[in-house]
Antibody, heavy 122, light 106 residues
Framework: QVQLVESGGGLVKPGGSLRLSCEAS????????MSWIRQAPGKGLEWVSY????????YYADSVKGRFTISRDNAKNSLYLQMNSLRAEDTAVYYC???????????????WGQGILVTVSS | SYELTQPPSVSVSPGQTASITCSGH??????VCWYQQKPGQSPVLVIY???ERPSGIPERFSGSNSGNTATLTISGTQAMDEADYYC?????????FGTGTKVTVL
């Protein structure tokens, strides 16, 4: 059974930093592209970032580019998101997700974590 | 940037068919996934590769994709299907989610 467990969320002031972690089990972590996806309160899903299985390819949404850094440690089956210069609009539940490849350069989320709340407020 | 548009809400009577659309430029050229999200829960994949069902997803969920529109169909809708539904597609190395549709079973 696949489990993705996020940690590191909480309350932070605008301009502050936070580091999210995601520990994976039940899957061959080093074979998977991994992603962070967020959902602001009462809003829809927003893709944040993803990293290739080896860690060499990384992409970010424009809304977080230059402020957030995704990384992974395949030896520890772990995914990370370093969030700097946080803004009120970054307030959301952040989901760790594994991406399955469906062909033609297309991926989908086959497993989601339970999500962790990040609140940016003074 | 690429956008996927869904109707904000769809209402359906129990036992009837609910259709949820997802519109995007040349969406038929891409693979579409659909996710179900119930209140307070993480999303769950219900359709991948336009029309494939993951293990454990009931047969009443089906999908199609052609032209500029993908459609998720729930046949014989049950009360437990009341949830938010999101489409998702991949565009030039970026992941895009639809705006989401709230399905209400009246």
């Amino acid at each position: 059974q696949v489990q993705l467990v996020e940690s590191g969320g909480g309350l932070v002031k605008p301009g502050g930093s936070l580091r999210l972690s995601c520990e994976a089990s039940g899957l061959s972590f080093s074979d998977y592209y991994m992603s962070w996806i967020r959902q602001a309160p009462g809003k829809g899903l927003e893709w944040v970032s993803y990293v290739s299985s080896s860690g060499t390819s990384i992409y970010y949404a424009d809304s977080v580019k230059g402020r957030f850094t995704i990384s992974r440690d395949n030896a520890k089956n772990s995914l990370y998101l370093q969030m700097n210069s946080l803004r009120a609009e970054d307030t959301a539940v952040y989901y760790c997700a594994s991406l399955a490849y469906y062909g033609s350069g297309s991926y989908g989320v086959d497993h989601w974590g339970q999500g962790i709340l990040v609140t940016v407020s003074s | 940037s690429y956008e996927l548009t869904q109707p904000p809400s769809v209402s359906v009577s129990p036992g009837q068919t609910a259709s949820i659309t997802c519109s995007g430029h040349k969406l038929g050229d891409k693979y579409v996934c659909w996710y179900q999200q119930k209140p307070g829960q993480s999303p769950v994949l219900v359709i991948y590769q336009d029309s494939e069902r993951p293990s454990g997803i009931p047969e009443r969920f089906s999908g199609s994709n052609s032209g500029n529109t993908a459609t998720l169909t729930i046949s014989g809708t049950q009360a437990m299907d009341e949830a938010d539904y999101y489409c998702q597609a991949w565009d030039r190395s970026t992941n895009v989610f639809g705006t989401g549709t709230k399905v209400t079973v009246l």
